[in-house]
């Protein structure tokens, strides 16, 4: 009798508008029924209370490719010769919202009949004829019952809009009708969609049957559900610690739903109800987690342990001298203690625990332990740069620095640096040569606490192409500057001919040269490589290069002297220009030109006596242009 409960309660049987009759005038006290004769009705009207004799696989057709397109169109199929179904002349297809919403046709009624061709086997339904428009996009669900007239019927499939132009079919397994235990359901799928199929439930024995929950329920509703509807019914309540672990549930947020659901109303007796809930809950403990390994890695010890059914997360402790102490929650099933430190042993211990942090399992109160001993460091990368070979390691966790070493021409491990760093570059290096390397961890006192890696890792030093990192114009040319490159003699300059080819100018130990073979205006391009003592090349080089046009410096007056002949002006001397252009002014005026000359001095006779003179100088060509800006402000003495 309690089947009728449960469909009444939490709507556990399919859509059924008899059942919502009944249901309604039961409430408003316009029927008094016994709930024999309610699970009667239920038994006749809910369209999954037909019992299966025999079914056989049988093979068909498949749906025609005029209407196979999943997705599209109207219709939805089912394949009544692969479900094994015999003598059938009449099929009907049975619709609804999953969510209940919204008038349908009627069980078995001229509008759910379908289109069957007996020599395909195949079953047409165009569910237009619902009166609903049904769309692949609407993200609606619906549940779908295919029945015969012989009484062959399937058990609830749900169906999204992808299921539109798909097939179901029977698999020739029964399940167990979620009202009433002693009866079963043809087991029905989907050809093509596979993440719709039947409808999950709870059976009212406790059983959990189908594979795709209907919309807005969940595996902890189903249970929530299952937990009021038979709160008081021992043999019943016998099942939830199995449901629990079969769902892999918190039984906290079972709890949770059922509160919700006895707080929206309907329930005259929903604290008798929550309390009988809670204590069946509150008796369900999870299985004691175990930690399966201890293992030490780079990032410290890490613990894995295994999964347990119906916990939310895990809860870790380590042990110290006052006893467990926590340290993290996690939902996964390893964690990586990095607070440890090199030769220590640590001990842990595991508890599980639900969505709100409440602890819902033992412990091993023994624990588990493992000694901390840091793993060789290994180099990740070995490159070439411009200051030599640049070595990379991962960071081990627990250890005060590394200490590094490299293979000698004898076969022996060198030690050549400590470090706190995950990185260093090597600048003893020597071009086409390779190096050699290991490395381990040590302590604050420089004592080594890993293993290392006996083979090492090598590189051959290449020095890289030297890069031009300024080119500037000055007084006596363009200064070309560049980085300094580990493991070499020197470099070799060259400039980008007219022709389009480098021509070689210039070899120096120097990182910086200055090119007084310019003219103003014009744009040179220059290039770098490095070279051995014997000015082999040993580098590439920057085919594209460097350019600057070169642009005539402003001349500086570097001295103003007062002679019996005037004033003498001196100024520097700059690159590439044919001479130069002086100009005076004094208080007040404004510059006038007084000599060109292709000399760096000239003695002013013209400078008025007494008079404070001022001097400005700037570059020209052959042809008497300016080539280069002026000092604006000048120099200025006056004239004795």
């Known amino acids: 009798m309690y089947e009728v409960r449960s469909a009444l309660q939490c709507n556990f049987a399919i859509h059924n508008t008899y059942t919502e009759y009944f249901l309604n005038r039961n409430q408003k006290g316009d029927f008094k029924m016994t709930k ?70 009627d069980w078995q009624t001229k509008k759910e009949k379908c289109k069957y061709d007996s020599s395909t086997g ?39 809009g992808n299921c539109i132009g798909d097939t179901l079919y029977c698999t020739g397994n029964l399940l167990e009708n979620p009202e009433d235990s002693e009866k079963r359901a043809n087991e029905a799928v989907w050809a093509k969609t596979k993440d719709c199929g039947p409808e999950k439930k709870i059976t009212s024995s406790g059983n ?36 629990v672990k079969e769902l892999n549930l918190s039984t906290s947020d079972v709890m949770k739903v059922v509160n919700k659901k006895l707080d929206n109303g309907g329930y005259d007796n929903a604290e008798s109800i929550r309390a009988s809930v809670k204590a069946v809950l509150d008796k369900i403990e999870a299985s004691t987690p175990s930690i399966s390994k201890l293992e030490n890695t780079t990032g410290g010890i890490k613990l894995s342990w295994n999964k347990v059914s119906g916990a939310y997360g895990y809860r870790l402790y380590r042990k110290t001298s006052s006893g467990w102490k926590r340290f993290k929650d996690t939902t996964a099933t390893s964690f990586t203690d990095s607070a440890v430190s090199a030769n ?39 490159e070439n740069t411009s200051s030599g070979i640049k ?54 006192n420089g004592k080594t606490i890993s293993g290392f890696n006996s083979k090492g890792w090598s590189k051959k030093y290449t020095p890289i192409a030297p890069t031009i990192s300024k080119l500037e114009n000055t007084s006596s040319g363009i200064k070309l500057s560049w980085n ?14 007219s022709s389009g080819g480098w021509k070689r100018f210039k070899d120096t130990t120097a990182t910086s040269f200055t090119d007084s073979g310019v003219s103003p205006n014009r744009t040179e391009t220059y290039t770098i490589r490095c070279i051995d003592k014997k000015g082999n090349t040993i580098s590439g080089f920057n085919s594209k290069g460097w350019s600057k046009k070169y642009t005539a410096t402003t001349p500086k007056i570097t001295k103003l002297t007062n002679t019996s002949k ?75």
């Open 391 to 444: 070595l990379s390691w991962n960071k081990i966790a627990g250890v005060y620095g590394y200490r590094l070493y490299y293979k000698t021409s004898s076969g022996g491990w060198k030690r050549f640096k400590d470090t706190t760093a995950t990185s260093f570059t090597d600048s003893g290096v020597s071009p086409n040569r390779t190096e050699t390397y290991t490395i381990r961890c040590i302590d604050k």
């Open 208 to 243: 959990v049957i189908g594979t795709t929950l209907s919309e807005g329920d969940t595996d902890a509703s189903m249970l929530a559900c299952f937990l009021v509807a038979y709160y008081d019914w021992p043999e019943k309540m016998d099942k939830v610690p199995a449901l």
């Open 566 to 640: 005037g004033v003498s002006v001196t100024w520097n001397k700059v690159t590439g220009v044919y001479g130069y252009r002086l100009y005076r002014k004094y208080a007040g005026g404004s510059w006038t030109r007084v000599k060109d000359t292709t000399s760096t001095s000239f003695t002013d006779s013209g400078a008025k006596k007494g008079k404070k003179v001022t001097y400005t100088v700037r570059c020209i060509d052959k042809k008497g242009n300016t080539i280069s800006d002026y000092n604006k402000t000048g120099w200025s003495i006056t004239r004795k």
């Open 122 to 160: 195949i079953a047409t339904y165009d569910f237009s004829k619902t009166g609903h428009n049904i769309k692949k996009s609407d993200g609606k669900l619906y549940c779908v019952i295919f029945s015969a007239n012989t009484g062959m019927q399937t058990y609830n499939v749900i169906m999204s």
């Open 484 to 497: 300094k490159i580990a493991g070499v003699y020197g470099y070799r300059l060259y400039y980008k001919t």
């Open 36 to 105: 024999k004769i309610m699970s009667m009705i239920l038994s006749i009207a809910m369209v999954l209370s037909i019992a299966v004799v025999g079914i056989t696989g049988v093979s068909a057709a498949d749906v025609p490719d005029k209407t196979s397109g999943v997705g599209a169109g109207n219709n939805i199929y089912f394949d009544v010769k692969k479900s094994g179904w015999n003598n059938v002349k009449t099929v009907y297809c049975h619709i609804w919202r999953a969510d209940g919403t919204g008038d349908w046709p």
């Open 344 to 382: 220590q042993t640590k001990t842990y211990t595991i508890r599980c625990i639900d969505s709100s942090g409440n602890t819902i399992s033992g412990f091993n109160s023994k624990g588990w332990s493992k000694k901390y001993t840091p793993v060789a460091p290994t180099i990740s990368k070995l």
